[in-house]
């Protein structure tokens, strides 16, 4: 225990735990709710989770909520999305407090190389980055929900929901009233794309393109590589699947739009311009791998992230030299790299089991009277665990228990992956003892 308490990660636990317990006490304020039935405790910590999770996931309908429960919500996704930064600021505003060596680390593995240079500099830049972009995303918005109640403060909820990829939307049917607005489509998908790239990789980009600085990483290539590849396939597929009801719908632009958002939002926002429940089998289960994969390491999105399963693609494909490494371009990635994806990715694998099995014992009437199905709950699971927000519906009818089930899986989805992908520091011990090597027959 002791040990556990020493550990530099802990902070980033108490963080996430502290702003959740805050922000479901101020919505179980009874002027932050407006519903026909008061608001539960269970439902007001639920909805503090998945925001400050930036998850999106809602056992009741946001628009239920009155402008302040809704400037709170809107308050605890901007507090998870910026997450660890936000952490680290609260010391960095304060004089005579330094980031210290194991808190730099921190930041380095989750977000930046480079933060032992000018840590102030480097958050300074990333805050300014998010609102710029967030203030950006709220005036197109702004522009395009004419008619919208308290319109001002809707666009920037949405704004600040998209960028950091919770899903959440003042209106109940989330942006199914927009479907046919590919202006705010296109810049929906945007904000969520941008928060889903990692502020490193933006950096570098902008560097790299309007600095002529340097040259990109070997990272910020593969989130890239990854993040277009997701994209273009997610678009071509959806079209494919869902092209001819579409454009039965709206037309051949319509049926464009809409597959290129559906692409999108799996990765890991959650907002929707087509009810889930329609999609068919095949777009289901897309979209359930995209919800599994996630984002950009160091980025606001959840998931395993694109790079973990750009390494496991290349581990089964191509497989690894007589070192233990991979070759990518003219760079060697090594096998404590290629085993750290393992390792990572097996875990993931594990918690993800855990918490479909759990959500099926809980919800196992619900399933015998024909509520709901494996399917659906594989879904909720898998959207709790990617931070994703996606539904078919179920969330609402969920049991107590299943409500549970699923603050944890949104917790574990949010903070546990974030410290499994950090790298606790060893002490390099000789061994002057070791063993005959044994081999172990596969498959």
């Known amino acids: 225990m002791s040990v556990f308490l020493r550990s530099e990660k802990l902070p980033l636990f108490a963080y996430f735990i502290g702003i959740i317990f805050i922000g479901s006490g101020l919505l179980s ?3 932050a709710w407006d519903g026909d039935v008061p608001l539960s405790y269970l439902d007001a910590l639920f909805t503090a989770t998945s925001a400050v999770c930036v998850t999106g996931l809602i056992t009741v309908d946001t628009a239920s909520f009155t402008l302040f429960g809704q400037a709170v919500i809107m308050g605890l996704i901007q507090a998870g999305g910026l997450g660890i930064l936000t952490f680290t600021t609260l010391f960095l505003l304060f004089p005579g407090n330094r980031i210290s060596f194991r808190n730099r680390k921190l930041i380095r593995d989750y977000y930046l190389e480079s933060v032992e240079a000018e840590p102030q500099a480097i958050i300074r830049t990333i805050l300014l980055v998010t609102f710029g972009l967030e203030i950006v995303g709220a005036l197109i918005l702004y522009s395009q929900f004419d008619g919208v109640e308290n319109r001002l403060f809707s666009a920037f909820f949405h704004a600040v929901s998209a960028f950091s990829n919770a899903g959440f939307s003042t209106f109940s049917t989330s942006l199914e009233g ?11 998908a945007g904000l969520v794309i941008f928060g889903g790239l990692s502020f490193v990789v933006i950096h570098e980009v902008w560097d790299w393109a309007f600095r002529k600085r340097r040259r990109l990483s070997l990272h910020s290539k593969i989130v890239l590589l990854m993040t277009g590849g997701f994209l273009i396939a997610g678009t071509l597929a959806f079209y494919l699947m869902e092209g001819s009801r579409l454009i039965r719908q709206g037309g051949a632009g319509f049926a464009v739009a809409n597959s290129f958002f559906l692409s999108v939002m799996p990765r890991t926002a959650g907002f929707n311009a087509i009810p889930v429940a329609g999609l068919s089998m095949e777009s289901q289960i897309i979209t ?3 919800m599994f994969v996630g984002g950009a390491p160091g980025s606001i999105a959840g998931g395993v992230k694109v790079t973990t399963f750009f390494l496991i693609l290349l581990i089964v494909f191509r497989g690894v030299d007589d070192r233990g490494q991979i070759r990518v371009g003219k760079r060697r990635l090594s096998a404590k790299s290629l085993s750290h994806a393992n390792m990572f990715m097996l875990k993931a694998f594990f918690l993800l089991v855990a918490a479909i099995f759990s959500l099926s014992i809980f919800e196992s009437e619900l399933i015998a009277q024909g509520g709901t199905s494996f399917l659906e709950i594989l879904f909720e699971a898998v959207s709790a665990f990617g931070t994703v927000g996606l539904s078919h519906g179920l969330t609402p009818y969920l049991s107590s228990g299943g409500k549970v089930v699923i603050i944890l ?12 992908a950090l790298r606790n520091p060893r002490r390099h011990v000789e061994h002057l003892v070791d063993y005959p090597k044994g081999e172990v027959l596969i498959g």
Do not use: Q
């Not at 899986?409 to 499994?420: C, D, E, S």
């Open 178 to 188: 927009y479907a046919r607005e590919s202006v705010v489509l296109v810049t929906i």
């Open 29 to 31: 304020i009874p002027g």
């Open 409 to 420: 899986t949104m917790f574990a989805g949010r903070v546990g992956l974030v410290t499994m």
């Open 288 to 290: 359930v791998l995209f």
